[in-house]
């Protein structure tokens, strides 16, 4: 399967929001509410920060926040700070009893 | 604390060998799926293979299909994967990762290098 798509750079100044979309199809995506997304930076493991579309795992702040809607998830990070500049990914269970992520953004706060 | 430790990486010649293992510790191992997911260098991640709880059910993506091999001993806390026939595109960081309940990978190690060269 085709990675899902994600754009590959998103900007934006300290306190602003910014949207970060992951666009896959019915297989994925549309076909299931089991989107979840990573954090990574450089040299590091990636991190669990969305669950399940929308579920924050704990620990993890409310300034990040996942919807769905058809066939495209999306990750808001509201508040940007300085340490937010990271990788992000998303990932979706699939057909096939698979899962599949995307490309990655790279969040730049400018 | 939940701690996930992978360990087997190396440099291998294309065509070779080696075999990753994943000592996982801070949660009842046996009770979890798992995966394996490699990200090559500066590229993003890429799912390869999953296990169930008591190792009978198996995927694999299509890229590593027939040749690397995925298990699990759950006495030993440890998950493994046995690569074979290994090409420069295998090069990458390989990261073990638990599976939580809504199939999110919720604690990942800390990964492995993979180098595939002459």
């Known amino acids: 399967q085709s990675a899902l798509t994600q754009p590959a750079s998103v900007s934006g100044s300290p306190g602003q929001s910014i949207t970060i979309s992951c666009t896959g199809s019915?297989?994925?995506?549309?076909?299931?509410?089991?989107v979840s997304w990573y954090q990574q930076f450089p040299g590091k493991a990636p991190k669990l920060i969305i669950a399940?579309?929308?579920e924050r795992p704990s620990g993890i702040s409310n300034r990040f926040s996942g919807s769905k809607s058809g066939n495209t998830a999306s990750l808001t990070i509201s508040g940007l700070q300085a340490d937010d500049e990271a990788d992000y990914y998303c990932?979706?269970?699939?057909?096939?009893?698979?899962?599949?992520f995307g490309g990655g953004t790279k969040v730049i706060v400018l | 604390e939940v701690t996930l430790e992978e360990s087997g990486g190396g440099w291998v010649q294309p065509g070779g060998s080696l075999r990753l293992s994943c000592k996982v510790s801070?949660?009842?191992?046996?009770?979890?799926?798992m995966r394996w997911v490699r990200q090559a260098p500066g590229k993003g991640l890429e799912w390869i293979s999953y296990?169930?709880?008591?190792?009978?059910?198996?995927y694999y993506a299509n890229s590593v299909k027939g040749r690397f091999t995925i298990s699990r001993d759950n006495a030993k806390n440890s998950l493994y994967l046995q690569m074979k026939s290994l090409s420069v595109e295998d090069t990458a960081m390989y990261y073990c990762?638990?599976?939580?309940?809504?199939?999110?990978?919720?604690?990942w190690g800390q990964g492995t290098l993979v180098t595939v060269a002459s």
């Open positions: 990762a638990r599976v939580g309940f809504v199939e999110e990978m919720d604690f």
């Open positions: 801070g949660f009842t191992f046996s009770n979890h799926e």
């Open positions: 296990i169930s709880q008591r190792g009978d059910t198996i």
């Open positions: 019915s297989n994925d995506i549309g076909g299931y509410n089991l």
């Open positions: 399940e579309v929308n």
């Open positions: 990932c979706s269970y699939a057909d096939g009893d698979t899962v599949i």
